[in-house]
């Protein structure tokens, strides 16, 4: 009962923003659903053990941290937003309101879709809810990064879509299965048809990692990150990628109980080697710091997938990053939104010295860096280690040094682009006219709050994992570990 509570929760939020008549209400409505939203979370998380064929609406191991990771990065931007929206006084945003409720219940119903067809129709959801929030400024370049992400996300739906028809028929075909609930194909996997189901991982793995970002499906990332606001950008890049990844991972399930777990990791090993290897090449000299962190969100999920790939230790480490990067990808985002409010630009060009025009920003922003390129004491650095260790425990040496390699590579390719930002004397530039005008050294306290708590979060994470976390962790990488 309570993941549909979950569920309800915020498109009630929804219902009521967009029924609010008043802009200076609406935004109001965000901190309370959530903060219903991260305590309901936290009640349902502590629930009991998931047994195999409970139900098809439940939270399993994995949906578990997936679900709290989503609830707590929210509650962070749903803070952030009215404080930004009051920046935009003039603009409606009932839209933006709206979506960004209905697009947490989209994202709640991923955690907790155990059956094919439903988790397809909440990921597709996501879509449409995420959509209008990255058209929010309403410029020529955020008309063409939604309609971007509209055609690339459509595509991968369908290809999602595809995949899904190919892993039932490869269940129909081969044991007359006619359930599509993953603990049931988990279990007949054996009886499943080899080749319908090996087409239907790979066309699955393209799909849903379209909306994950792994390269080369990353191509509407830059676009969509760079225009949209600095809190859309910390959902998309924490929230719906981790839920792609929760639907990779339930596939990967279903072709590991079947016998053929080492196709499943060679090509999640392939993709992410591939994507880190796209995001270092793109992240050299950057001068633009939103499409930045678009390529270090494509770095990182090529981290997962190859922790995922590894096994073991790594598929732990792959969990405890999906946390780490989504707190990391928060700070990062909105630390970049205070920071690009202050300058009315995104270029390294024009943005120089923000220690001296907005230090508080700044300061997160270059932690964020930092944390993100995995350096202690931060919790990336924790989950990098866990997933490099499983690496070469289990003889998986080549990858392990390409992704030091590249880790080395990426680190240096941000450095340039952040220590340019930060660093310095401020560029002189004429008054701004658009809606983002240059501001004062002063920053709001609302703006840098919520900024401060996700830092606060990456460090203990690095620190210390609270037991009950840390016992969810061990839970959820057990169950993604089937044994054939």
């Given amino acids: 009962m309570s993941g549909f509570v979950l569920a309800l929760l915020p498109l009630l939020g929804a219902a009521l923003a967009y029924a609010l008549p008043l802009n200076r209400l609406r935004p109001l409505v965000l901190p309370a659903v959530a903060t219903a939203h991260l305590l309901l979370t936290l009640y349902a998380v502590q629930g009991r053990p998931v047994l195999p064929g409970d139900q098809w609406f439940m939270l399993d191991p994995a949906g578990k941290i997936v679900l709290l990771t989503i609830s707590i990065l929210f509650f962070c931007c749903a803070l952030y937003a009215p404080g930004y929206l009051r920046h935009h006084a003039t603009r409606s945003n009932r839209m933006l309101c709206t979506c960004l409720l209905w697009m947490l219940s989209m994202m709640t119903v991923v955690t907790h879709a155990q059956h094919l067809g439903l988790m397809w129709v909440a990921m597709e959801a996501t879509a449409l809810s995420s959509a209008p929030l990255i058209y929010f400024r309403h410029t020529p370049e955020a008309i063409e990064a939604t309609w971007k992400y509209l055609l690339l996300s459509s595509i991968g739906v369908a290809l999602a879509l595809l995949g899904s028809f190919f892993l039932a028929y490869a269940a129909m075909v081969g044991g007359g299965m006619t359930s599509l609930l993953f603990s049931d194909l988990v279990q007949g996997a054996p009886d499943l048809s080899k080749p319908w189901l090996h087409a239907a991982f790979v066309t699955l793995l393209v799909g849903y990692g379209t909306k994950m970002g792994l390269a080369p499906m990353h191509t509407w990332k830059p676009d969509a990150y760079g225009e949209a606001p600095g809190v859309i950008g910390a959902l998309l890049a924490g929230g719906l990628t981790s839920c792609a990844f929760l639907a990779i991972a339930r596939f990967t399930m279903v072709l590991s109980a079947a016998g053929d777990a080492a ?182 306290k609302s703006l840098v709050v919520p900024v401060a708590v996700l830092a606060c979060l990456v460090l203990l994470m690095g620190i210390w994992i609270p037991a009950p976390l840390g016992n969810l962790l061990r839970e959820a990488a057990a169950y993604l570990e089937v044994q054939p």
């Fill in 263 to 444: 196709l499943a990791h060679r090509l999640l090993i392939g993709l992410g080697l591939l994507s880190m290897g796209t995001a270092a090449a793109f992240l050299a000299r950057q001068r633009d710091f939103k499409r930045m962190l678009a390529y270090s969100s494509v770095e990182h999920m090529g981290i997962l997938a190859i922790g995922m790939g590894i096994g073991g230790l790594g598929v732990f480490g792959a969990l405890l990053h999906l946390i780490n990067n989504a707190l990391t990808k928060g700070v990062l985002f909105l630390a970049a939104a205070n920071i690009h409010r202050t300058y009315g630009s995104k270029s390294v060009d024009e943005v120089r010295g923000a220690f001296q025009r907005a230090p508080l920003s700044a300061a997160f922003f270059l932690m964020g860096f930092i944390a993100i390129a995995g350096s202690p004491p931060f919790g990336p650095f924790v989950s990098l280690f866990s997933i490099l260790q499983a690496a070469f425990e289990r003889h998986y040496f080549l990858t392990g040094a390409a992704l030091l390699i590249m880790l080395w590579a990426i680190f240096i390719g941000m450095g340039w682009t952040v220590l340019r930002v930060v660093q310095g004397a401020p560029v002189a530039r004429p008054p701004q006219t658009g809606d983002l005008p240059q501001s004062s050294t002063r920053e709001r």
